[in-house]
């Protein structure tokens, strides 16, 4: 009757072994997405200055395309 469980130490360092795994693959998920998420924000932001960049551009050229005549604007406005 003198049995001894000699499975136990072998199931607690695959018990381990399988937190570990799961503690890194969730680590690598999460940094997966956070350096996705900061790519998004990065595009949107250069998508912003483009915007704004054109936005400028087109007002410049408007007010180069109508200098001294009071005719409407494209966009409805007098120029004087």
Same mark, same amino acid.
């Given at each position: 009757?003198?049995?001894? *469980?000699?499975?136990? @130490?072998? *199931?607690? *360092?695959? *018990?381990?072994?399988?937190? /570990?795994?799961?503690?890194?693959?969730?680590?690598?998920? %999460?940094?997966?997405?956070?350096?996705? +998420?900061?790519?998004?924000?990065? +595009?949107?932001?250069?998508?912003?200055?483009?915007?704004?960049?054109?936005?400028?551009?087109?007002?410049?050229?408007?007010?180069?395309?109508? @200098?001294?005549?009071?005719?409407?604007?494209?966009?409805?406005?007098? /120029? %004087?």
């Amino acid at each position: 009757m003198d049995q001894t *469980n000699t499975k136990a @130490p072998h *199931n607690l *360092n695959v *018990n381990t072994l399988i937190i /570990v795994g799961v503690i890194v693959l969730l680590a690598v998920l %999460f940094m997966y997405l956070q350096d996705r +998420q900061q790519d998004r924000d990065m +595009q949107l932001r250069r998508l912003e200055a483009r915007v704004e960049l054109l936005e400028e551009w087109e007002m410049g050229r408007s007010w180069q395309q109508y @200098p001294q005549q009071n005719l409407p604007s494209p966009t409805g406005d007098r /120029v %004087f």
